[in-house]
């Protein structure tokens, strides 16, 4: 934050996990204000639990909508995932069934966020490493569903695409083309470790080349739609962030152009 401050760097907007400012005031909220006061910027939430049985958690919706009302933010964001029970949270993004009784739950509390905020929230498609039983329709049919019965828009994460295909056999090509391209707000991009058994998700390496393919035919079919690079372990220099960005930028511009 210091860096974007000191150089003032020429990227069109950030996007920030909504509970680091979750806090009424201190540093790290100034300073995401005084970074707001040049960029657009865009609240990821991690927390809310959009898929638990559990209660919405009015006090987290109740810190998010103060925060969104301060910040005024291009987007606010969420993962379609759960990551509690019974009150007890997990540092994860926990797949949910995805069948018809899941989806009736999770449209509810989708739209009782948006009530909430008195905004459209966008969800997010998580990267797995399980697939329930219990699941009757693929992942993209899901999220097409959960979109469509309650306008909220989609957060598409071309990398937690290209890992589940990889991890669950899933057709990447079934998934885009299930994807109204209207529904798509933005899109996130990241680096993933594939060393073991199956391809963990870390925000942790470059974009892979893989990826990168993925993504233009992502870009043909929904448009320039904004792009993010997710880097959060073994974070590199503000600059290897920057040429990653600009890779992004280049795919955006000629599909702008294509248009
Ligand atoms: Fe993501």
């Known amino acids: 934050m210091r860096e974007v401050l000191d150089r003032r760097p020429a990227v069109p907007w950030f996007e920030v996990h909504s509970e680091n400012y979750f806090a009424d005031g201190g540093p790290a909220l100034a300073t995401l204000e005084r970074i707001r006061a040049g960029y657009p910027v865009a609240l990821h939430g991690v927390g809310l639990s959009l898929g638990s049985t ?3 958690d009015r006090e987290h919706l109740r810190k998010l909508k103060r925060l969104a009302d301060r910040i005024d933010p291009a987007l606010v964001s969420e993962h ?3 990551s509690s029970v019974d009150g007890r ?3 994860d993004l926990l797949p949910l069934p995805y069948n018809e009784d899941a989806l009736d739950h999770v449209c509810a509390r989708v739209s009782a966020v948006q009530d909430h905020l008195g905004r459209t929230i966008a969800v997010e498609n998580v990267s797995s490493y399980y697939a329930f039983p219990e699941s009757t329709v693929p992942e993209y049919e899901f999220m097409a569903a959960v979109a469509e019965r309650t306008g909220a828009r989609l957060l598409v994460d071309v990398n937690n695409i290209y890992v589940n295909a ?4 899933i057709d990447p090509a079934a998934y885009l083309a299930a994807i109204a391209p209207a529904t798509v707000a933005e899109v996130h991009l990241a680096g993933f470790d594939d060393s073991g058994p199956i391809v963990i998700d870390t925000h942790g390496a470059p974009v892979a080349p893989e990826v990168w393919s993925l993504y233009e035919r992502a870009i043909a079919r929904f448009g320039p739609v904004p792009t ?11 600059d290897v962030l920057q040429r990653e960005a600009a890779t992004a930028q280049r795919v955006l511009d000629h599909a702008a152009v294509a248009a």
């Open 228 to 238: 993010l690079i997710e880097w959060d372990t073994d974070i590199p220099s503000f």
């Open 80 to 82: 379609m995932c759960w």
């Open 89 to 91: 949270h997990f540092n």
């Open 166 to 169: 990889r991890n669950h056999g």
């Open 54 to 56: 559990d209660a919405l």
